[in-house]
C-alpha cells in the first residue's frame, strides 16, 4: 500500500527499512533512509503509526534482533 504519495513510498518498504541495521525512529530518519524527503506532510502520521506499531512488535531493531544503538543517519547509505 502506498503510504506517502509524494515519495512513492508503500508501507512495505517502510517496514523494511524499520527492521534493517539502520533502524531508524523518526518519520524523518524513514525518509532519509529511503532516499527521499517530507514533501506535503499528509503521510507523516501513518509513518508514525509503522513506526510505533514495529516498536511495539519488537523491543529490538535491526533484522538480527540487536538494540537499535547506532544513529540511524550513520547506516543510512543516503
Ligand atoms: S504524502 Fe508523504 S510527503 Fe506528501
Redesign the pocket.
Known sequence: MIV????CLTDSEIRATLASRACPRTPFEVYKCLGCS??????IATVRTIIDEASAGTATGGSSGEPCETDATVLCPV
Open positions: 506517502c504519495s509524494c515519495n517530507l514533501n506535503c506532510g499528509r503521510c
